[in-house]
């Protein structure tokens, strides 16, 4: 089943305003975690599960959504990370042809996981990275 991306994004928005009010979405993008983005993509045969996640940069925080498993929808609200923590939660970045990637290490985790990011996905991954980089102190506004 396919998906259009700008009513994932307006279902996204709305579930971001049930799990804080006074957020502004800036920009949503869709991941799944794990190492292999194919093999991942293989077993899942599009089937979402507990390792699919909207993540949401808002004004205030980022959001990590899970995907339910019943359509392309947000569900829980699994990780409320704050604005200023991400950066140190961020590792390394490949962008590749068809699935990009970059590591993430979760709160209460120990070891960062890589999050892989479907070309569809891509600039708006490109905006969060480049939303978060502005925020890192000593850069100009």
């Known amino acids: 089943m396919g998906f259009i991306k700008s009513t994932t994004v ?31 993509a293989m077993l899942s045969a599009g089937i979402a599960d507990s390792d699919t996640f909207f993540v949401t940069l808002t004004d205030r925080s980022v959001l990590f959504h899970e995907v339910t498993s019943a359509g392309y929808r947000p569900g829980k609200l699994r990780y409320d990370v704050e604005r200023e923590q991400v950066r140190t939660r961020l590792g390394e970045v490949r962008r590749g042809f068809l699935w990009s990637t970059f590591r993430f290490r979760f709160p ?5 996981v890589w999050l892989n990011v479907k070309r569809a996905w891509r600039p708006e991954m490109d905006r969060f990275l480049d939303a978060l980089r ?8």
């Open 10 to 40: 307006t279902q996204v928005a709305e579930a971001v305003g049930q799990s804080d009010p006074l957020a502004r979405p800036v920009v949503t993008l869709g991941v799944g975690s794990g190492r292999h983005p194919f093999l991942w």
């Open 108 to 112: 209460g985790d120990t070891e960062a």
């Open 134 to 141: 502005q925020d890192s102190p000593g850069r100009p506004s």
